[in-house]
């Protein structure tokens, strides 16, 4: 019987499989604009992004707007397209922070902050900059300031309904796409 299950689950239920994966993409994505991230592999206790990118502009528009279907759209773009970036750049500063001190911890980064990039190693800064700088193009590129990107994001961790309305975009754009 348990076999029985198991080949449904990898060859008869490919829609599962499918789900699952959206299903983690989705919440992966989800956590992220919340401002809930993976910690190190190495289960440190020190995350390298203590919260989503806020890119590389502080909040200077404390006007509160109200977030268009378009603005959304534009938003939900902009995230899933920083954080196949994020994986990646995490990923190589990792990497970079093991050649250097094996075992060692990453330090926090984030992207408004220079003094998190500053304190860093060269290889590491280079790579965080980079980092910033190719997720400000990638706002930028769906139509967005970085600062109504930054002023979206922390709209939704207190309106629930922005985060639903984001979260079915995202789902959309997922499903269009094959993602």
Do not use: H, W
């Amino acid at each position: 019987m348990k076999i029985k299950a198991l080949v449904c689950n990898i060859q008869l239920c490919p829609q599962r499989l499918i789900s699952r994966s959206l299903l983690v993409a989705t919440l992966s994505t989800l956590s992220l604009m919340m401002g809930i991230v993976p910690r190190g592999l190495n289960q440190s206790s020190t995350p390298i992004f203590d919260t989503a990118v806020y890119a590389q502009e502080s909040f200077t528009d404390q006007t509160y707007q109200a977030v268009t279907a378009e603005e959304i759209t534009k938003y939900a773009a902009s995230i899933l397209q920083i954080e196949n970036l994020r994986i990646g750049k995490y990923r190589e500063i990792q990497n970079e922070f093991q050649k250097q001190s094996p075992g060692g911890s990453v330090p926090p980064i984030i992207c408004n902050q220079k003094s998190s990039v500053n304190t860093l190693p060269q290889t590491v800064k280079v790579i965080a900059v980079s980092y910033c700088n190719q997720a400000k193009k990638m706002i930028e590129g769906n139509d967005l300031t970085v600062s109504r990107f930054n002023r979206i994001t922390m709209t939704q961790k207190t309106d629930p309904t922005l985060r639903e309305k984001i979260q079915a975009e995202l789902i959309r754009i997922q499903q269009e796409t094959g993602n």
